[in-house]
């Protein structure tokens, strides 16, 4: 595929047709999302194909009581797990009722249905986090594993294949840690559902560069971009 084409085709597909992946195919998305960079090329990540219909049973119900908690912050109109207005962790709103029922998630609920599950972990011993003890949340050390994961579905996409990334299993991180066999210094960073789409997304949603590109400073004026969206 044309590379424009992969990266503006390449959106959150959770529909999957029920055919296999081949090991050959999911082999060569690995093979060349391995490419990614990550802080000093340390390449702390670990990903676990999830074979046994056990434990993908027992990762769909951790991700449901992870969603679930998601979904409560949604219904209550707020974002989700977002930091205060001082960028530090805060407390869940008041308003959050996390015992109300919520939106079924038919992704979720049916998780196994997807031909692939890979759970990325990291070594959080392998992160060199710039800004760890900055008086916020910390967001460098992610920055070493995500575009491994992006690489994964952009590689997915070059195949014919289609996928998301999910965070919902990190709420259950102990549990999954445990099922999984992770060692102490691994953190979740995602899973990933991968398949033969239902139908592949073409048109994607995203704000055009003069909007996020500005000159000098944050208020500066804005750099265009090439073409508006789509
Ligand atoms: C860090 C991150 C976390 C995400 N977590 C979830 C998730 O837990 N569940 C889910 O269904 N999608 C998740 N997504 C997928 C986003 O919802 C999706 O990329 C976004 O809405 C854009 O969708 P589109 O490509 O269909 O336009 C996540 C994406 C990122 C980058």
Redesign the pocket.
């Given at each position: 595929m044309e590379f424009a084409d992969v990266v503006r085709t390449t959106?959150?597909v959770?529909r999957f047709r029920d055919e296999p992946v081949p090991d050959a195919t999911l082999a060569r998305v690995f093979d060349n999302a391995r490419f990614a960079p990550s802080g000093g090329n340390r390449q702390g990540w670990h990903v676990i194909v999830l074979r046994s219909a056990e434990v993908r049973a027992k990762i769909r119900a951790l991700s449901l009581a992870?969603?679930q908690e998601?979904a409560a912050y949604v219904a209550a109109g707020h974002v989700p797990f977002s930091p205060g207005e001082d960028g530090r962790w805060q407390q869940p709103p008041g308003d959050v009722d996390f015992t109300a029922p919520v939106a079924r998630n038919r992704?979720?609920e049916e998780l196994e249905r997807a031909p692939v599950l890979a759970v990325l972990a990291v070594d959080l011993r392998q992160l060199a986090v710039t800004d760890g003890d900055l008086p916020r949340q910390s967001v460098v050390g992610g920055g070493s594993v995500?575009p491994f994961a992006q690489n994964i579905l952009l590689s997915a996409r070059n195949e014919g294949l289609g996928g998301?990334?999910?965070?919902?299993l990190c709420r259950r991180e102990a549990e999954a840690k445990e099922l999984l066999g992770l060692p102490q210094p691994y953190a979740i960073a995602?899973m990933l559902a991968i398949g033969v789409p239902d139908r592949h997304?073409r048109k994607?949603?995203?704000r055009p560069v003069e909007d996020f590109v500005t000159l000098d400073r944050f208020d500066g004026p804005a750099f265009g971009g090439p073409g508006g969206n789509g």
């Open positions: 959106g959150a959770r992870g969603y998601y992704f979720v995500y998301v990334l999910t965070t919902f995602a997304p994607l949603t995203r």
